[in-house]
C-alpha cells in the first residue's frame, strides 16, 4: 500500500502561483511514474501532468504547459507542481497519484493509488 498527502493548495488570485506537494508513505514508489490530476466542479476528473521515475521524460496538458512544472525529490518521497500564472479556470481539486507504470502516462486507469486532494481556487 502506498498512502499520498497532497498539501500547499489555497486560495489565490490570477496570476499567482502556487506550489503542491505530495508525499508518499508506505511502499516506495520512488521508480514509478507519478502524475497530477484536478477535478473542477461537475467535470470530471482530468489530467494535469506527470513524471516518469527517472524525473524525464514529463507529460503536461495542453492547458497548463508552460505554466506548470511537476518535479519530484525521491530522496523525500515527495512530488511537487509548481503552478504559476493561476487562472480562474485552474480552480479545481488537485489530486496526486501513483501509477502501475515507469513511463508517465495521462490515463486515469494507469494510476493506483490517490491522495485525498487538495483545494486550489483562483480568483479573479
Known amino acids: 500500500q502506498v498512502q499520498l498527502v497532497e498539501s500547499g493548495g489555497g486560495l489565490v488570485q490570477v496570476g499567482g502561483s502556487l506550489r503542491l506537494s505530495c508525499a508518499a508513505s508506505?511502499?516506495?514508489?520512488?521508480?514509478?511514474?507519478m502524475g497530477w490530476f484536478r477535478q473542477a466542479p461537475g467535470k470530471e476528473r482530468a489530467f494535469v501532468a506527470s513524471?516518469?521515475?527517472?524525473?524525464?521524460?514529463?507529460r503536461y496538458s495542453a492547458s497548463v504547459e508552460g505554466r506548470f512544472t511537476i518535479s519530484r525529490d525521491n530522496a523525500k518521497n515527495t512530488v511537487y507542481l509548481q503552478m504559476n500564472n493561476l487562472k480562474p479556470e485552474d480552480t479545481a481539486i488537485y489530486y496526486c497519484?501513483?501509477?502501475?507504470?515507469?513511463?508517465?502516462?495521462?490515463?486515469?486507469?494507469?494510476?493506483?493509488?490517490w491522495g485525498q486532494g487538495t483545494q486550489v481556487t483562483v480568483s479573479s
Open positions: 497519484a501513483a501509477s502501475s507504470r515507469i513511463v508517465a502516462g495521462n490515463r486515469l486507469d494507469e494510476y493506483v493509488y
Open positions: 513524471l516518469s521515475w527517472s524525473t524525464m521524460p514529463t
Open positions: 508506505g511502499r516506495s514508489y520512488n521508480h514509478n511514474a
